[in-house]
C-alpha cells in the first residue's frame, strides 16, 4: 500500500485540485465534500465514451487529495442512470467493427466501475427514478446506497441477448452469489423496497428530501474521521477479496503501524486523550 494513503496528516491549507471542465458530468465541491451528477438528459443519463472519460477524469483529479472526505454520486433530471447507451452499442454492430473494438469498448466501462469501487474517500450511491442496468452495476460501486422507495432497478441484459459483463463482479460482491444469479439471470425488475431487501440498497426514503437527509448525516460521521484513516480502512476491506488468513493478517498490521505512527494517527489518538477535537475533523 502506497504510504500516501497512510501517512502525514493532511494539510487542510493545501490547494485543491482543479476539476476538468466536463459536459456530462455536473460537479459541486463544498466542506469537504464532492457532488458529481450524471447529467445527459437525452438518453436518461446513460454511460458511453464520453461520460467514462469524464468520470475517469474527475476520479483521477481527486484521488489523492485528503482535503476531500467523501463523493455523492447521483443523476440530474430525476433519474440515476438508464444504463449503456444502447445507441451507442447498436453503432458497434456496423459492419466493419471488430471483436476487438466491442471489447475495448465493454472493457472502458469496466474501468470506470473499478475505479469508483477502489475511491480513497467514501462514496455514497444516491438513487431516485432508475438504476437500470450498467446504472445499477454502477450504484454497486459505492460504499453506501441510498435509494427512493418507488426508484426502479432491473438488470435487463439478458433480455437484450448480451450478458452484464462488467457489473457482474460488483453486484456480486455486494448482494452474494445467490441474489445476484436470480436478479441477474431472471430479468428481474423491482423497487427500492425490494432492493433494499435483497441487499443492494442500504437505507431508502420516501421522497428526495429524505434520501438528502440521510446523506447528510453520513457525511457529518464521515468528515470526523480521520481522511487517510478512512483510505487506509477502504483498502484493507478491498484487499480482504484477495488475502486471507495470516498473510492477510500480517499486512493488516503493517497499515496500521503506518497510519499509528503518522501525524494523523498521533493527532487522533493525542486529541482523544486531550478531551478535544482532532485538528483533522470538520465536524
Known amino acids: 500500500m502506497a504510504i500516501a494513503a497512510t501517512g502525514q496528516m493532511t494539510n487542510m491549507n493545501s490547494v485543491m485540485p482543479n476539476l476538468p471542465t466536463t459536459t456530462k458530468l455536473d460537479t459541486a465541491r463544498s466542506d ?92 455514497i450511491c444516491l438513487v431516485e427514478g432508475a438504476a437500470i442496468a450498467g446504472g445499477l452495476g454502477m450504484m454497486c460501486c459505492g460504499d453506501v446506497i441510498l435509494a427512493a422507495e418507488d426508484a426502479k432497478f432491473s438488470l435487463t441484459e439478458t433480455m437484450l441477448g448480451i450478458p452484464p459483463a462488467q457489473i457482474a463482479p460488483f453486484v456480486v460482491a455486494r448482494v452474494g452469489l445467490p441474489t445476484a444469479r436470480r436478479i441477474m439471470l431472471t430479468g428481474a425488475r423491482f423497487t427500492g423496497l425490494e432492493a433494499q431487501s435483497y441487499g443492494l440498497v442500504d437505507e431508502i426514503a420516501p421522497d428526495v428530501a429524505g434520501l438528502e437527509a440521510i446523506e447528510a448525516k453520513i457525511r457529518k460521521g464521515v468528515l470526523k474521521c480521520g481522511p487517510n484513516a478512512i483510505a487506509a480502512t477502504k483498502h484493507l476491506i478491498l484487499s480482504s477479496r484477495d488475502k486471507s488468513g495470516v498473510g492477510m493478517m500480517d499486512y493488516a498490521a503493517e497499515v496500521f503501524a503506518d497510519c499509528m505512527l503518522s501525524d494523523e494517527g498521533i493527532e487522533g489518538i493525542s486529541s482523544f486523550v486531550e478531551k478535544r477535537k482532532p485538528k483533522w475533523s470538520l465536524q
Request: charged fraction near 20%; glycine fraction near 10%.
Open 32 to 123: 469537504g465534500w464532492l457532488t458529481i451528477w450524471l447529467n445527459s438528459p437525452q438518453n436518461k443519463n446513460a454511460i458511453d465514451d464520453e461520460m467514462c472519460a469524464e468520470l475517469l477524469s474527475v476520479m483521477d483529479a481527486i484521488r489523492s487529495d485528503r482535503t476531500l472526505r467523501g463523493i455523492t454520486l447521483r443523476g440530474r433530471n430525476g433519474v440515476f442512470c438508464s444504463g449503456g447507451d444502447l445507441k451507442s452499442f447498436n453503432a458497434m454492430q456496423a459492419p466493419g467493427v471488430t471483436k476487438a473494438q466491442v471489447t475495448q469498448m465493454n472493457r472502458g466501462i469496466g474501468d470506470v466501475f473499478l475505479a469508483l469501487n477502489e475511491m480513497p474517500q467514501v462514496v
